[in-house]
């Protein structure tokens, strides 16, 4: 988990704040990637005693099987595993903490006290 500086958006309101982000390691991503793919295949070996189900859903399990496997990894290298932001709200001054899992950016949130809405803006990476 790495500590970084992050802004918080509340409408006009940005506020500076500290937060925990983690990403997801490679070896996670490929095991989604890899579940994605066999759960597929799963499906076309299940399929294979049906009638007619096994002539459309096996071969087309078998062939998107890799494809989705390939995509649900990419897209877990880009998710931010766990993110913890707290801060002060500017609305209603009372402090908050919010936590983020397995999502992309934007971040949306609301105070737990006065419904504010804000936007956690994570640092550009250069
Ligand atoms: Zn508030």
């Known amino acids: ?19 925990h982000s983690e990403k997801p390691t490679f070896k996670n991503s490929v095991l989604k990637g890899v579940k994605a793919w066999l759960g597929l295949w799963a499906v076309a070996i299940v399929c294979v005693p049906v009638p007619v189900l096994h002539l459309v859903i096996t071969p087309l399990a078998l062939l998107f099987g890799p494809i989705i496997g390939l995509l649900v990894f990419y897209r ?22 919010a936590e ?7 971040l949306y949130g609301m105070c737990p006290s006065c419904k504010a809405g804000y936007e956690v803006v994570l640092p550009q990476k250069k």
Do not use: W, Y
């Open 100 to 106: 983020f899992r397995d999502t992309l950016p934007p």
């Open 76 to 97: 877990s290298r880009r998710l931010i595993a766990h993110l913890e932001v707290s801060g002060e709200c500017p609305e209603c001054k009372s402090p908050f903490t």
């Open 1 to 19: 988990m790495s500590e970084s500086s992050m802004q918080i958006k509340f409408g006009s309101h940005t506020l500076n704040a500290v937060g």
